[in-house]
């Protein structure tokens, strides 16, 4: 089921998924995530805990389950290899982005701009020399855990040029471009879009085809897309015709 994947996706994000926030994202009734997390507790899928639902840890380790983190993984080391002592990049919140910040850790000599809690937390932890900065504002009025949105975010960001903005998506389709359930997000990629010289979009296979309400972007905004091996063939033809160059992480 579509949705049940939306949900593990927004769990491995953001570790604990309130009732509300799911609602949020998903444009769906309380009644509705509950019933999905009951049917998906009952398929091991996660765990409900009061007000939400977290992910099953795996088993000898603290991360939550997702099944795309192997491609996303894949797609942060295609991201990361494009990368160049001296570049200057805007990373958005999200799981695919967290996995780009962990390998960014390892690199000198570049400076990170990020609404992302998480990411500036990794990166201030590389011994290397990374200049990191985040952003001022709200963290997410409670409907976006661990990231930073609103005005103030935004004002911040349209101080900076960056040379990347690797941008992380919700939703992305070939007709409607890449769109996001919560408007608020949809600004701060949108600011970050402006004010890149190239905009790569990273986004594993189950992200193609989706529509939410909220627009981003078309996709004659993105440079570049990185996505794995599980994409559709006829999804990677319909980018290359809206003039974006794909590149497939195997």
Do not use: W
Not at 194 to 221: E, Y
Not at 227 to 235: A, M
Request: charge should be negative.
């Amino acid at each position: 089921m579509g949705r049940h994947e939306d949900i593990l996706a927004l769990i491995q994000e953001y570790t604990f998924l309130k009732v509300e926030d799911a609602c949020n994202r998903l444009g769906v009734s309380p009644a509705t995530v509950r019933r999905d997390f009951a049917e998906m507790e009952r398929l091991g899928l996660l765990k409900r805990v009061t007000g939400g639902a977290i992910g099953r840890e795996k088993q000898n380790t603290g991360e939550p389950s997702d099944p795309n983190l192997p491609e996303k993984r894949r797609i942060a080391e295609k991201a990361v290899s494009l990368v160049s002592p001296g570049d200057t990049l805007f990373l958005d919140s999200g799981s695919t982005n967290t996995e780009i910040a962990r390998l960014l850790s390892g690199h000198r000599d570049i400076s990170v701009i990020t609404n992302s809690i998480t990411i500036a937390y990794l990166l201030d932890q590389s011994p290397n020399n990374i200049s990191v900065f985040i952003c001022g504002g709200n963290i997410g009025n409670g409907s976006y855990p661990a990231s930073i949105v609103g005005p103030a975010a935004e004002v911040m960001i349209a101080q900076f040029r960056a040379n990347t903005f690797f941008m992380g998506a919700y939703s992305v389709h070939t007709e409607f471009g890449v769109t996001d359930p919560y408007v608020l997000a949809s600004s701060i990629k949108q600011k970050m879009i402006q004010s890149a010289t190239r905009t790569i979009l990273v986004a594993d296979h189950t992200k193609f085809g989706k529509i939410n309400k909220s627009v981003v972007c078309s996709l004659d905004q993105v440079d570049r897309v990185i996505t794995d091996d599980k994409v559709d063939g006829e999804v990677v033809k319909s980018l290359n015709a809206c003039g974006c160059t794909v590149d497939i992480a195997e």
